[in-house]
C-alpha cells in the first residue's frame, strides 16, 4: 500500500493577482482528506470577458473528491479570497472556517444565496486550532488591508505548513493585530516544512511601509483643503476609511459614506468589534444643507468602477451630491493594472469640473497591503522552512519569488494553477498536474471558460452581425427573396446603396445558382449564406461580419 | 468691417495623448486663412470602440472651409501626428510640409491611398520658412523619441507663435539635433506671442534624462546575458534602435530586426540619411543557423500589440525563432495607461518559457521623448511668451500645466478640443466653440462616433444576441412557429430545457394571444418579439439579450 502524502494543489491565484483557491491533501495517493484555503474570485474585462459578470475558480476536480473535503478555510474577507464563496459553496458542501468579521461578511454572501449562516464558523486567532481530519489548522493574525487577515498554521502529520495569505508586515496597522516578530517566531520554533507564501510585491524593492504612515499626509492634505473634500479607498480597508474619516473630523468636517459597500463594511467593522471610535457619520441628504467646506466624503469606486459612487460623481451627481471648483479630490489607492484608462477618465472628467485631483502618483496617501521583496527575506529567514512555494501572484511574480527563495538558499518551485505538489520529502516535488481554469458567472448561470460563449461575443463586438432569413417552400424552391438585417455595421457601403440591398442581391444571386441540392440542405444553404455575407461585406465595407442563417421550410 | 484676427482651434490632442490635429487660422472673423499642424490618429480599445481600426479626428469643421486652407505641417513622423494624412487627405486637399524623414514617412502614408508622392513638399530646416498665405512657418529642431521632430515657429500679422510640437530637452540625442538654447532664445528674441505646448509630462516632476544615459546601461545588460536577448521599443525610435542595435553589436551578437515597422523605420533612416553606422543586420533566416548566444533580436511591439513580433514571440515562435529559458527580453519602453494587460500577459508568457524579462520598472532602459515638469518651466522662461496654450495632453495634464504658466507670472488658458481661441490680445480669449469629435475607420468606411454601430457591438458583446424568424401568410396568420438561434449566449438555462426552445415556446404563446392588429403589423411584431425574448431570457439565464426580429410575409 503506498504511503500517506502531503500535497498541495492550487486552483486559483497561482499564476495571478486573485482567484485564490488552494487546496491541501494528506493521505494515500487518490484518497487523501482535503481542506480547501479560500474561494476567490476574479474581475471581467471587456477585451477578454465582455458582459461575464464574475470569473470563478474551475473546482471540478474538488467537487468530484466532496466527499473527502474535510473544511474551507477563509483567511480574509477580500473578494478574491472569499467572493465565490456563495456561488460555489452548494457544490463542495464542507463547513467554513473565519474570524468574526471574515465570517461576518461571509455570512452575508451565503444570505445572498439562501445558504444558512451556521455554515460559517467563526474561528478564534491563534494560538486557538481547528481540527479538520488529518489537519490541524490556526489563524494567526497578520497585518494587510482588510481587518482580521490572517496565515494559516497548517499542522499535519507530515509537519507544519504556513500558508501566509495575503499579508505585510507592519508594526502599527491602526486596526487588527500589529506584526509580531515574537509571534511568528514561536510558530517558526517546532520547524515549518513549507512556507506557501504571498507574491504580490516581490518587485517592490524598497521595505513595505506602515499604514500609520499614510495618516499624518492625508490630515494635512484634509486640513488644508478649501472647498469640498471627498476621498476614495476599498471600503473593505477600513484602517484607511477611519484614517481618512478622522482626517476628516478634524478639520471639522461631517464624515458621509457613499456607495454600498462603503456603509456595509463600516457597518461590518462596527458590528464586529473591529472598528471603534468611528467618528459620527451623516448621511447625503443632510449634507446637501451644510455648507461644502464642512463635508468629507468617502466614496467607493477607488478602481474606477463604472457604476460606483467616485465614477457617478465624475459624471455629475450622486445623491444629489456634486464636484465643483475649488474641491478635492483624493485617490487613496493604487490603480490596479487593467484599470488605468477607467480611473483616468474619472481624474479628467474632474479636471474638466475644476476639481483638484490628488492621485496616487506620489506614494503619500497609500501604502500597499502586500510584503514587499525585503519583507519576504525577513520571513523566510524567520519561519526559516524547509521549502518555499510562492503564492498568489502573477507567473513572473512566482518566479521572482522562487529565484528569492533560491538566492537565499531554500529549495522552491514554481507551481502555477494545476500543478499538484507532495510536499513531504526535502523539496518540493510535482505530483501531478490537474486539468484546471476559470468559470464564468454570466447572468445567473455559471459557463465554462471554454464554451465558445464569450468567443462569439468578442467576434460579434469586432466584426458584427448580419441576420439572414431564407425561405423555401415543399419542392426546395425559394420563397420570396433572401432578407438581411445587420447590426453594429455601417449601413452603406463603398457602393452608396444601402449594405442590406447589396447582401441581399448578392445572396439573391447565389442561392438563385445554387443546385438543387443545396437548397434540399438546411446546412448547405447556411455555408453559402454565410460564405457570400462575407464576401460581399467584405468588399462593401471592408469587414467580415458574424452571421446567423435561419432557413424555414414552408410544410 | 471687422478686424483680422488671429485663432487657434484644436481638432485633436488637447484633452487626450494622442490624435494630434491643430488649426491656426488669420484674417477677418470666418474668413481667416487657415494653416493645419499635424493629421494624427488614436488608438481603439476593445472597451469603447471594439471592431475599430482607427481613431480619427473628426475634419467637418475644416472640410467645410477647404477653399480657406493654405497649408498642412507635420511637425513629425509618430502616428498620432501623422497617421491620418492618408485617409483624411482628399477632403482637404492642401499642400503639405514635413521635414525630410517625416515627408518620407508620409509619403509611404500617401502612396497607400493612390495619392501623389509630390503632395508632400521637403522642408528645410528653420531658419528656412514656407509662405502660407499670412503664415510665414519656420521648422525648428526640437529633440524627441523620433528623428528630425520640429516646433513650428509660425510667424503672422500679429505675432509670432511657437507651436511645440512634441519635445524634449536633450543636449546629446544620439540622432537628430540637440537641444540649444541660444537657438531657442534666437527664436524667442523678437518676442512670442504665444507658445502653444507639447504637456505630456507636465506631471513628471524630474528633469528628463537624455537618450544617451540608457545607452550604458544597454550595453551593461546585453554584456552581462548569456543566452538570445531579443529588445522592443518603438520602431520609430531610431536612436534607441541604433543604441540596442549597438549594444547588440559589440557584445558579439548579429542584429536580427524582426516586424515590418522594425525594417521600414531603419530603412526610411538610412534613405533619409538621419540614420548613419547602423550595425549589420542578418535575416531571421539567417538567425536560425547560428548559435543563440550569438543574436539580438530587435522586435516590434512594445505595447503588447497581439500581432506584433514581441507578443508572437511569447505566443511560440516568429519567422522560425523561439524564446528559451535562459534567454533575455528586454523593455526598452514604457507601457502607455491602458496597455498594462496585454504587456503583462506577454511578461508573463515569456517567464513561463523560463525567459528573464526586464521590463520598465527601473527607468534605467528607456527614457521619456516629452519635457517633464522642470524642462516645461525652462521653456517658459526661454521663449517668455506673452501666454501659454497647453496642447497634447489629457485635460488633467493641460488644466497643469495652465496652472504651471499661471504660478510662472503668464497668461494660460486650457483650451480642449473644439475650443477657438483668440491669440491676438494680452491674453488667450475663447472666439467660439466648435462642434468636434472623432471619427472611426472601420474597415474601409470612415464612420461617425456617434453613429450607433459601435454601441451595437458593445451591447452585443455584454448581451448576445437573439435572431427571431416569423413568417405570416396573406390572412396575418403564423405559418408555423416562431424561430431563434442564439449567438453568444449559454445553451440551457434555469429550467434545463434548450434555451431557445423556451424562447420559441414563449413567443408562440405570444403571438398566439397576439391581437390580429398586432400581427397586421411588422413593427408591432417586433416589439412584441424582442420584449418576450428579453424576458424569458432573464428568466432563464438572466440576461438581456440584442434581439433581431425578421417578419417574413407570404405574398
Redesign the interface.
Known amino acids: 500500500m503506498a504511503e500517506d502524502r502531503l500535497i498541495y494543489l492550487p486552483l486559483g491565484g497561482a ?1 495571478e493577482v486573485g482567484m485564490n483557491c488552494y487546496v491541501y491533501g494528506y493521505g494515500r495517493p487518490d484518497h487523501e482528506r482535503l481542506i480547501v484555503v479560500d474561494l476567490g474570485v476574479t474581475f471581467p ?3 477578454s470577458t ?2 461575464v459578470d464574475l470569473i470563478l475558480p474551475d473546482i471540478e476536480w474538488l467537487e468530484a473528491r466532496r466527499d473527502r473535503i474535510e473544511a474551507i478555510f477563509i483567511t480574509h474577507a477580500h473578494e478574491d479570497h472569499v467572493g465565490a464563496l456563495g456561488h460555489l459553496w452548494r457544490r463542495l458542501g464542507a463547513p467554513v472556517h473565519a474570524r468574526a468579521f471574515t465570517a461576518h461578511i461571509g455570512r452575508l454572501k451565503l444570505n445572498e444565496h439562501g445558504l444558512a449562516p451556521e455554515t460559517i464558523t467563526t474561528a478564534s486567532p491563534w494560538p486557538e486550532t481547528v481540527q479538520a481530519g488529518p489537519f490541524r489548522v490556526g489563524f494567526l493574525p497578520v497585518s494587510h488591508s482588510i481587518p482580521e487577515s490572517s496565515a494559516l498554521v497548517i499542522d499535519t502529520p507530515a509537519g507544519r505548513v504556513m500558508h501566509t495569505g495575503d499579508f505585510k508586515l507592519d508594526e502599527t496597522p491602526l486596526v487588527g493585530e500589529p506584526f509580531s516578530g515574537a509571534l511568528w517566531a514561536e510558530v517558526a520554533r517546532p520547524g515549518v516544512r513549507a512556507l506557501v507564501c504571498d507574491s504580490t510585491n516581490v ?1 517592490s524593492r524598497n521595505p513595505g511601509r506602515s499604514e500609520a504612515s499614510v495618516g499624518p499626509e492625508i490630515e494635512r492634505l484634509v486640513a488644508g483643503a478649501t472647498g469640498m473634500v471627498a476621498a476614495t479607498t476599498f471600503a473593505s480597508n477600513i484602517a484607511r476609511v477611519r484614517t481618512l474619516a478622522e482626517a476628516g473630523h478634524r478639520a471639522g468636517r461631517s464624515v458621509v459614506l457613499l456607495g454600498r459597500a462603503m456603509r456595509r463594511m463600516v457597518e461590518a467593522g462596527i458590528t464586529t468589534g473591529v472598528l471603534t471610535d468611528f467618528p459620527k457619520v451623516i448621511s447625503a441628504q443632510e449634507a446637501q444643507d451644510m455648507p461644502r467646506e464642512n463635508l468629507m466624503l468617502l466614496t467607493t469606486g477607488s478602481q474606477g468602477e463604472r457604476r460606483a459612487a467616485t465614477a457617478q460623481l465624475s459624471r455629475g451627481k450622486y445623491l444629489g451630491l456634486r464636484m465643483h471648483e475649488g474641491d478635492t479630490f483624493l485617490f487613496s489607492s493604487k490603480t490596479i ?2 484599470n ?2 477607467s480611473v ?1 477618465r474619472i ?2 472628467a ?3 469640473m475644476g476639481v483638484d ?1 490628488v492621485d496616487d ?1 506620489s506614494d503619500r496617501y497609500h501604502v500597499s497591503g502586500h510584503a514587499n521583496r525585503p519583507d519576504l527575506q525577513t520571513v523566510h529567514g524567520l519561519i526559516d522552512p524547509a521549502m518555499v512555494v510562492p503564492m498568489h501572484g ?3 511574480m512566482l ?1 521572482e519569488h522562487a529565484r528569492l527563495a533560491q538566492e537565499g538558499g531554500r529549495a522552491a518551485i514554481i507551481a ?1 494553477n494545476g500543478t499538484m505538489l507532495d510536499l513531504g520529502g526535502d523539496r518540493p516535488v510535482v505530483a501531478d498536474y490537474v486539468e484546471t481554469g476559470r468559470s464564468y458567472l ?4 455559471q ?1 465554462g471558460a471554454l ?1 465558445g ?2 468567443r ?3 467576434r ?6 448580419v ?1 439572414v ?1 431564407v ?1 423555401l417552400d415543399e419542392g426546395d424552391d425559394l ?2 427573396d433572401p ?1 438581411c ?1 445587420v ?4 449601413e452603406t ?2 457602393s452608396a446603396a444601402p449594405l442590406v440591398d447589396v447582401l441581399e442581391h448578392d445572396l439573391g444571386q447565389a442561392l438563385g445558382r445554387a443546385k438543387a441540392g443545396t437548397l434540399a440542405d438546411d446546412g448547405a444553404i447556411e455555408d453559402l449564406a454565410r460564405r457570400v455575407v462575407r464576401k460581399s461585406a ?1 468588399d ?4 467580415k461580419p ?1 452571421v ?1 442563417v ?1 432557413v ?1 421550410r ?2
Open positions: 499564476g474585462d471587456m477585451d465582455p458582459g518587485f493594472p487593467g488605468e484608462r483616468l481624474v479628467n474632474f479636471s474638466e485631483v502618483g502573477e507567473h513572473r518566479r502555477p454570466d447572468g445567473k448561470l459557463v464554451d460563449i464569450v462569439d461575443r468578442i460579434m463586438a469586432l466584426n458584427g452581425h441576420t432569413a425561405i420563397v420570396g432578407w438585417e447590426m453594429g455595421l455601417a457601403g463603398a467584405m462593401e465595407i471592408g469587414k458574424e446567423t435561419v424555414s414552408l410544410a
